[in-house]
């Protein structure tokens, strides 16, 4: 998965998508890994749905 990093040019860093803190990616990691989580037991739901 390729990662926007801070514009080198100006140093500028973004502020991430989900939480608005200052991050070097678009998504800071801890929101990626919250987000990721959340997925994951979606899924899970899912296929306890299924049987």
């Given at each position: 998965?390729?990662?926007?990093?801070?514009?080198?040019?100006?140093?500028?860093?973004?502020?991430?998508?989900?939480?608005?803190?200052?991050?070097?990616?678009?998504?800071?990691?801890?929101?990626?890994?919250?987000?990721?989580?959340?997925?994951?037991?979606?899924?899970?739901?899912a296929?306890?749905?299924?049987?």
């Amino acid at each position: 998965m390729e990662e926007k990093k801070a514009d080198e040019k100006t140093g500028k860093k973004h502020l991430c998508l989900v939480c608005a803190r200052p991050s070097d990616t678009v998504i800071c990691h801890a929101c990626e890994d919250r987000i990721r989580g959340e997925v994951i037991d979606k899924k899970r739901e899912a296929e306890k749905g299924k049987s």
